[in-house]
């Protein structure tokens, strides 16, 4: 029997309306103030994956700021989970598809919060298709706006506020690693975010500012049933060899190990793929 059953939602998904709910909020979690006194800012903060990321942060001692979109009500409960762990938060509705608008989330970030430690670029579109034929240069640009140039034009943003011992955080993909016939424009700005991951990383290596990339395989968000046709949300995530999508609370602790200098202080130019299982030619 499929974990999850056939449901469609419009975009950009909303996390009340899914079928079972995401494991998203970290209950089980014990920090150990790894991210003490530290602020983050959170694009795509307010579900699945980045709500996971934001309440993780809260119970490691960081205060966050949490970017989104339009989805009001998550945003908001995600910030409740912040707050439960005594630790500020606050929410910045945005459109982050426009350059002036990533540059406005820093700002607010350090205006609200006092300064700017840990950026994880996580927002995210993404739009399958049958064919090649059916990719438009509009969804084509759509998706880069949203999955590559956000990444740049927030990381250029944030620079002026980051010191030694900051971290930037990506989110790519197993599609960008592998390609992905039905989500060709997603897969490669996935692709280029692992690369744009790699080139920051040099870049900023003498600056003590590190810049990794977590590529998840498939994971339980509104993502899903906002973007897949109701079969393929039925049969989501069976292909991988642990036989099931993960939930977000599983991915993470990747976020809080990069965030941490404690952790993870020779690394930076990675890409870390929890995957289920799938190993990966080269």
Known sequence: MSEFPPQQQDRPGREGEMAPQPHDEMRGYQGSGKLDGLV????????GIGRAVCAAFAKEGADVAIAYLSEHDDAAHTKGLVAAEERR??????????????????????SRLGKLDVLVNHVG???????????????????????????FWTTMAALGHMNEG???????SVNGLRGNKSLIDYAASKGAVHVLTMSLA????????????VAPGPVWTPLIPATFPEDKVEQFGQQVPMGRAAQPDEIAPSYVFFASNEMSSYYTGEVLAPIGGETLPG
């Open 40 to 47: 983050a800012l959170v694009t795509g903060g307010d579900s």
């Open 202 to 213: 040099q870049a900023l290596v003498e600056r003590g500012i590190r810049v990794n990339c």
């Open 166 to 172: 900051s971290a930037i955080i990506n989110t790519g």
């Open 125 to 151: 579109t993404q739009s399958p298709v049958d064919s090649p034929d059916e990719l438009t240069s509009e969804q084509w640009d759509g998706t880069f706006k949203t999955n590559v140039y956000s990444y």
């Open 89 to 110: 938060a606050v929410t910045i509705a945005c459109d982050l598809q426009r350059e002036e608008e990533c540059r406005r989330v820093v700002e607010e970030t350090v």
